[in-house]
């Protein structure tokens, strides 16, 4: 059961953000990516995860929601 102090403790290697309410009011901008096949196996694993991660509003949904998304991609391939 992990509280906002430990979260701030945590690094991300991929510089994602992890917003617990509904809005961070930052701008989204999506463009296409890149044509070059990426060398790391790990972004598309992380990229999976990122497009079917629902909204979590604590972080106790946030870790279930991730245990969830991974236990189903582990069925998966």
């Known amino acids: 059961m992990w509280n906002v102090t430990?979260?701030?403790?945590?690094?991300?290697?991929?510089?994602?953000r992890l917003v617990l309410g509904t809005?961070?009011?930052?701008?989204?901008?999506?463009?296409?990516?890149?044509?070059s096949p990426d060398l790391s196996p790990v972004e598309p694993v992380w990229d999976q995860l990122k497009r079917q991660m629902p909204s979590c509003h604590s972080v106790h949904d946030l870790e279930l929601a991730?245990?969830?998304?991974?236990?189903?991609?582990?069925?998966?391939?």
């Open 66 to 77: 991730v245990q969830e998304l991974w236990a189903h991609l582990l069925r998966t391939t």
């Open 23 to 35: 809005d961070d009011n930052r701008v989204r901008v999506w463009r296409r990516p890149a044509r």
């Open 6 to 16: 430990d979260w701030q403790k945590v690094v991300l290697s991929d510089e994602s």
